[in-house]
């Protein structure tokens, strides 16, 4: 892959990957790595269609080559009508690759290592869109090396875990955590496709049990679909006590979750210690704050009312005015460096300018760490959540 991209003229320019999540698109990623090419990686068409979110990152990063299966490539002359920046747009299937050893052995040959180091720009990583349209973020290698390494120090991680990954690799938690951090550590990965997770949600817990999973995760809604949909005949035949590290991040933490889920699985082995509630974003690679994977997660209750008015004011869990919130714990790098939040405070993670896992956004990008907004701690003057 990285002979044939470098043999079409391309690096240095950016590649947009629309696989579905697969050793495809794990071959295309690393391939742009190998041939000096910018990933682009991109939530793959529907059938005819660019989706809105996927027109905007192709005027954004305006590619030079597009990746993908053949039943994406087939359909180039459809997609590439809906968007001019597609109109010169090399077509690249995986599927081309393949040929006979001999073809293989030359094409190889002519591969060049390309000049790298840390401040190479390693991916292109767009944000979600949910608040506007997707901003992309540059992404280096030193910004994945120092990011992996907290990854590491936090979940605990060695050449022993065993990590199951079923979150669509074009996506920052799959492609940095189920594909980047198995390498980066030298550990097993287990892939399970997201349609397969979705249409039976067992399938996830089978492979953890199975395969003896140390690592394994997702947002919150998983854990949901988990115990409303796995009946209690399948769960009765798991076995979830190698599950260490249950980390739970993307959205909205919920502690109701985190009950719900412990109690239906406890018989099955799996400790409420597991749960590790994270935080993340694009801009900052992916890992920012998570807690200490030996201790259960951290349920405060505040008031309501004060959270609207962003204050945080503990009250007690029986109040009708009180809503229970999962911390983080702040132990993301920038928070360990600079000590722990006031007494009592909501706790916001936040990552600055100093961090060498937040990754860059081009000129004239709004910084959205700076624009934060930061909550008080209630009964503490002055004093700020970070």
Same mark, same amino acid.
């Given at each position: 892959?990285?002979?044939?991209?470098?043999?079409?003229?391309?690096?240095? %320019?950016?590649?947009?990957?629309?696989?579905?999540?697969?050793?495809?698109?794990?071959?295309?990623?690393? *391939?742009?790595?190998?041939?000096?090419?910018?990933?682009?990686?991109?939530?793959?068409?529907? =059938?005819?269609?660019?989706?809105?979110?996927?027109?905007?990152?192709?005027?954004?990063? &305006?590619?030079?080559? @597009?990746?993908?299966?053949?039943?994406?490539? %087939?359909?180039? !002359?459809?997609?590439?009508?809906?968007?001019? !920046?597609?109109?010169?747009?090399?077509?690249?299937?995986?599927?081309?690759?393949?040929?006979?050893?001999?073809?293989?052995?030359?094409?190889?040959?002519?591969?060049?290592?390309?000049?790298?180091?840390?401040?190479?720009?390693?991916?292109?990583?767009?944000?979600?869109?949910?608040?506007?349209? #997707?901003?992309?973020?540059?992404?280096?290698?030193?910004?994945?090396?120092?990011?992996? %390494?907290?990854? &590491?120090?936090?979940?605990?991680?060695?050449?022993?875990?065993?990590?199951? *990954?079923?979150?669509?690799?074009?996506?920052?938690?799959?492609?940095?955590?189920?594909?980047?951090?198995?390498?980066?550590?030298?550990?097993? @990965?287990?892939?399970?496709?997201?349609?397969?997770?979705?249409?039976?949600?067992?399938?996830?817990?089978?492979?953890?049990?199975?395969?003896?999973?140390?690592?394994? $995760?997702? #947002?919150?809604?998983?854990?949901?679909?988990?115990?409303?949909?796995?009946?209690?005949?399948?769960?009765?035949?798991?076995?979830?006590?190698?599950?260490?590290?249950?980390?739970?991040?993307? %959205?909205?933490?919920?502690?109701?979750?985190?009950?719900?889920?412990?109690?239906?699985?406890?018989?099955?082995?799996?400790?409420?210690?597991?749960?590790?509630?994270?935080?993340?974003?694009?801009?900052?690679?992916?890992?920012?704050?998570?807690?200490?994977? &030996?201790?259960?997660?951290?349920?405060?209750?505040? !008031?309501?009312?004060?959270?609207?008015? !962003?204050?945080?004011?503990?009250?007690?869990?029986?109040?009708?005015?009180?809503? #229970?919130?999962?911390?983080?714990?702040?132990?993301?790098?920038?928070?360990?460096?600079?000590?722990?939040?006031?007494?009592g405070a909501l706790d916001d993670p936040w990552s600055g300018s100093g961090d060498p896992t937040r990754a860059?956004? #081009?000129?004239?990008?709004?910084?959205?760490?700076?624009?934060?907004?930061?909550?008080?701690? @209630? $009964?503490?003057? *002055?004093?700020?959540? =970070?």
């Amino acid at each position: 892959m990285a002979a044939q991209l470098q043999a079409l003229g391309v690096t240095g %320019e950016r590649a947009l990957l629309l696989y579905p999540s697969g050793l495809d698109f794990v071959v295309g990623f690393f *391939g742009c790595l190998y041939a000096g090419v910018t990933a682009v990686p991109a939530y793959p068409p529907r =059938r005819h269609k660019l989706q809105q979110r996927l027109r905007s990152i192709v005027a954004d990063c &305006r590619p030079a080559v @597009c990746l993908a299966t053949s039943a994406v490539t %087939e359909r180039a !002359d459809v997609l590439s009508s809906q968007s001019e !920046d597609l109109d010169t747009v090399q077509w690249l299937a995986t599927v081309t690759l393949v040929a006979d050893a001999e073809a293989l052995d030359t094409l190889a040959g002519a591969w060049d290592a390309p000049d790298i180091n840390r401040q190479t720009l390693a991916f292109l990583q767009y944000t979600s869109g949910s608040t506007g349209s #997707p901003k992309g973020v540059m992404v280096s290698h030193g910004n994945l090396l120092c990011n992996e %390494e907290l990854i &590491r120090c936090a979940f605990g991680q060695d050449q022993q875990s065993v990590i199951v *990954g079923w979150l669509p690799l074009y996506h920052d938690m799959g492609l940095i955590g189920s594909v980047l951090q198995p390498l980066y550590v030298g550990a097993r @990965c287990v892939l399970i496709s997201p349609m397969a997770f979705l249409q039976k949600p067992l399938r996830w817990l089978a492979a953890i049990d199975r395969y003896r999973a140390t690592t394994s $995760g997702g #947002p919150n809604f998983a854990y949901e679909l988990c115990v409303d949909r796995v009946a209690a005949a399948d769960r009765a035949v798991l076995d979830l006590s190698s599950w260490t590290v249950a980390f739970n991040g993307a %959205e909205a933490v919920r502690a109701a979750t985190l009950d719900r889920f412990a109690a239906t699985f406890g018989p099955q082995g799996f400790r409420r210690e597991a749960f590790y509630p994270c935080y993340g974003l694009a801009e900052a690679t992916l890992f920012v704050a998570g807690g200490d994977p &030996r201790q259960a997660p951290v349920v405060g209750t505040y !008031d309501s009312g004060e959270l609207e008015r !962003d204050c945080a004011l503990p009250i007690d869990g029986e109040a009708d005015n009180a809503r #229970p919130l999962v911390s983080s714990q702040s132990r993301g790098a920038r928070s360990r460096w600079r000590g722990a939040p006031c007494s009592g405070a909501l706790d916001d993670p936040w990552s600055g300018s100093g961090d060498p896992t937040r990754a860059s956004q #081009p000129p004239g990008a709004s910084d959205r760490h700076r624009s934060n907004r930061h909550g008080r701690c @209630c $009964g503490a003057a *002055g004093a700020r959540a =970070r």
